[in-house]
């Protein structure tokens, strides 16, 4: 049993004073999270809010928030894709250094652990092969968070402008998805 274990109330019935360990632990949580919200103040005053950023996937704290997100969209609107249009995805991971590659399809990605992928490039490949539509998205990473770099997309082949594609795309799924058509979702949502 560890130390921690004997810190938990024996029953969350009656209510009990905390005890000086269990104090001193709230005391480094407050001290973490008011270090935490003047960070994000400071932050904020910079670069504005931070909630666009987060929305355009600008950053994450590391591989796993964008794995998570990943996966839901693979879940939810790339599983309708998938028999449509071929969808396929891999996120590849270059190693800073030895420029050694770990490329992992969707299928894989709860296999990814976020500890070996601590400097380096990822590169995610969303593939809409029946439409002949590739799109990478590419982040540095450093010390195992995300920072965008930059988006590409091709269509038959051509590297296009990032807008032109993003149309091009929107007219060949158009025909096949629903959410599009009726305006739920938008192109963006698709990438």
């Known amino acids: 049993m560890s130390q921690q274990d004997d810190q938990r109330p024996k029953s969350l019935g009656t209510p009990q004073p905390l005890t000086e360990p269990q104090r001193q632990l709230l005391e480094r949580f407050f001290m973490v999270n008011t270090i935490q919200r003047r960070v994000v103040q400071q932050l904020e005053d910079v670069l504005g809010p931070l909630a666009p950023y987060q929305q355009q996937r600008l950053f994450f704290h590391d591989v796993t928030g964008l794995i998570h997100f990943r996966r839901n969209f693979l879940e939810t609107v790339g599983h309708f894709l998938k028999g449509q249009v071929d969808l396929t995805y891999q996120l590849t991971f270059i190693e800073y250094g ?9 299928q894989h990605l709860s296999q990814i652990d976020y500890r070996q992928m601590g400097r380096g490039t990822i590169v995610e490949t969303l593939n809409y092969q029946r439409l002949g539509c590739k799109i990478q998205r590419t982040y540095a990473v450093e010390g195992h968070h995300l920072y965008w770099e930059k988006n590409q997309i091709w269509c038959q082949g ?6 032109d594609g993003l149309m091009a795309l929107q007219q ?3 025909p ?16």
């Open 176 to 191: 096949h998805t629903v959410w599009l058509q009726q305006g739920f979702l938008t192109i963006n949502d698709y990438t």
């Open 158 to 163: 051509q590297a296009t402008a990032w807008v």
């Open 172 to 174: 060949l799924l158009t």
């Open 98 to 106: 030895s420029h050694r590659r770990r490329a992992y399809p969707a």
